[in-house]
């Protein structure tokens, strides 16, 4: 159904008629969308604009895509009434042409304010900006490695060089890990661990403070906290920098490990816990470890639950926009029915060191965690249509979903990526060679999609794993408890009466790229953001509120400087090896 909105009558307008504004009404779009050179509006957001000045201008100008153009000549104030009944006219064949599509067009996501319909958030794991982007653009190149060359003109970051590399204050020099070296340990990265490497605002207790995981695992030396990857080995990272946009401000929003930063991510705060106070896992209801969420079948003990808490996910149902989280073995290998009650996780597979790893992870699954979405036993989708929609999956899905939707022309809104523990870069049993093909061949896919012209690709990541970064984070916000060190014992920053304690951060600096048509090329931006950024980005597209109460997005930078917005999409594609990372077919 059109509905024609005018602004007062013919006859009260003897020089013009003002805005003829035809609008879908399941859209209840209120205003029309901008339109420019880089936008031009297209048929699934019908909506047309008509501007007719009587005396002197054209008709401006109607959808393209619908194959209608309005071009009146100038009209004197008499034909006024005649041209008023050739637009009702045309109005009856736009509402004729798309009331055939009358099924999809209810069921499409709003309209957005940019030309980002899907946003796609690849969120990995555990890697902090220096220890994948220190020594940006520049690699060492050595004998058999798939060589690097930045490209000329490629600015600079807020990297690793002079005395960092030379007399290092952590007492260790920073050194270079190869392809070689791609499995790892873990290094401790819990709250506390990470705060105290910080060495209130030295960063030079690394060794020190965050290698007790490393120390108690085989093989595995303190210092190897300081080792680096460059471009040889994190090949498709830097390329995609180099095609694309990276920020190198880029901060967790709190300190520690896995779970605040994928609750920072789909709630924008780590608050709401109702086991307020749990030994090393909550201080008076924030979350500050990686306590498994009770409303998953597959979790392990301990567990918590976060009840009357909003998250971008809250949002995005109120205003009818489509999204889901989706990861690698969520689709549990037995179901709750055919296993005493609760369904079972059980599937696996090999990383680069042929050690077997679990799928899922429950404590990497934020949504897992609130009330309002339970689906303990992980139902499935009702039907390919109904991913990204509310039903008994409750937005919970596994990786394959996400690329059924996308083949059958239906990629939500907003789509949060989770790679299944073998390739989601967690030092220990992850690598950034796993990493990479997982990265490599959901970007190679998606560029490859019809629905890529309008996309976003996110690719970040949930903490630093405790790896060496030598920037400061700023403090924005403090906490005082036992367990902050930040900048004294039971202290993080300056802590005013009445400030929630266990939030302390911004936590450690971490990549942060982005890739899209609307990208901006070989371009570095220094913009202070955070995790909750994101969600702010998702509320800005789509022309959302903010979550409320102590969500920390409302205070977020924005990485708007990323895109270019004002130039056409780019028509090029950069497609790479899943192995090697080398680029075999771009088109400029």
């Avoid at 005649?82 to 736009?94: A, E, I, N, Q």
């Avoid at 300081?226 to 990276?246: I, P």
């Avoid at 996780?345 to 009330?371: E, I, L, Q, R, W």
């Avoid at 139902?379 to 394959?400: C, E, F, K, N």
Wanted: proline share 7%; net charge negative; charged share 20%.
């Amino acid at each position: 159904m059109i509905e024609e909105q005018s602004r007062g009558r013919a006859a009260d307008m003897p020089k013009h008629f003002d805005k003829c504004v035809l609008t879908r009404l399941a859209r209840k779009c209120s205003s029309p969308l901008r339109k420019s050179a880089a936008y031009p509006p297209t048929s699934d957001e019908v909506q047309v604009n008509c501007v007719a000045h009587i005396d002197s201008s054209p008709i401006r100008r109607a959808q393209p895509d619908l194959g209608f153009v309005l071009d009146a000549p100038s009209l004197s104030a008499p034909s006024a009434s005649s041209y008023l009944k050739r637009l009702s006219t045309f109005s009856v064949l736009v509402s004729v042409a798309l009331g055939a599509a009358q099924g999809e067009l209810a069921a499409a996501d709003s309209a957005p304010t940019t030309p980002i319909r899907h946003l796609v958030v690849i969120y990995d794991e555990n890697v902090s900006f220096d220890h994948y982007f220190g020594t940006y653009p520049h690699a060492a190149n050595g004998p058999g490695e798939t060589p690097f060359h930045a490209v000329p003109g490629t600015p600079t970051v807020n990297g690793l060089s002079g005395v960092l590399l030379s007399h290092n204050p952590n007492g260790i020099n920073p050194f270079r890990l190869g392809r070689a070296d791609a499995v790892t340990c873990d290094m401790d990265h819990a709250y506390s661990a990470e705060q105290k490497a910080y060495s209130g605002g030295l960063a030079a207790r690394f060794v020190q403070a965050t290698t007790e995981y490393a120390k108690a695992q085989q093989n595995c030396t303190a210092q190897l906290v300081m080792g680096y990857y460059d471009g040889n080995t994190v090949a498709a990272l830097w390329r995609y920098a180099q095609r694309f946009a990276l920020n190198d401000n880029n901060f967790a929003t709190m300190f520690g490990p896995s779970t605040p930063g994928a609750l920072d991510l789909f709630a924008a705060q780590t608050s709401g816990a109702d086991q307020r106070d749990l030994p090393n896992e909550t201080i008076d209801g924030d979350v500050i470890d990686d306590a498994e969420p009770l409303f998953d079948d597959c979790a392990k003990a301990p567990t918590i639950t976060i009840s009357n808490t909003r998250t971008i996910g809250d949002l995005l149902n109120e205003h009818g926009l489509s999204w889901g989280w989706f990861q690698g073995g969520y689709r549990p290998t037995k179901s709750a029915s055919d296993n005493g009650g609760k369904a079972l996780c059980g599937a696996s597979s090999k990383n680069a060191a042929g050690a077997n790893n679990t799928d899922y992870s429950s404590h990497h699954n934020p949504v897992a965690y609130f009330s309002q979405f339970k689906n303990p036993h992980h139902l499935p989708p009702t039907s390919i249509d109904a991913i990204g929609r509310s039903d008994q999956a409750m937005h919970q899905y596994d990786l394959d979903d996400f690329w059924r939707a996308v083949d059958h022309g239906s990629t939500p809104a907003v789509s949060f990526l989770k790679a299944r523990q073998s390739q989601d870069g967690h030092p220990g049993y992850s690598d950034p060679l796993d990493e990479q093909r997982f990265l490599v061949e959901t970007v190679n896919r998606l560029q490859r999609s019809p629905q890529w012209k309008h996309t976003a690709i996110i690719i970040t990541y949930d903490d630093s794993d405790g790896w060496y970064d030598h920037v400061m984070p700023p403090i924005v916000h403090s906490s005082r408890s036992d367990y902050d060190f930040l900048t004294a014992d039971k202290n993080c920053g300056d802590v005013a009466s009445g400030v929630q304690p266990g939030r302390c951060g911004y936590g450690p600096r971490m990549p942060f790229l982005l890739i899209s048509p609307y990208a901006r090329r070989n371009f570095v931006d220094h913009t202070l953001i955070d995790q909750t950024s994101i969600a702010r980005f998702i509320e800005d597209n789509w022309g959302l509120p903010r979550i409320g109460g102590d969500a920390m997005e409302q205070w977020a930078g924005s990485f708007g400087a990323m895109f270019d917005f004002n130039a056409p999409a780019r028509g090029d594609r950069l497609i790479l090896d899943p192995e090697t990372g080398a680029i075999t077919h771009a088109n400029r």
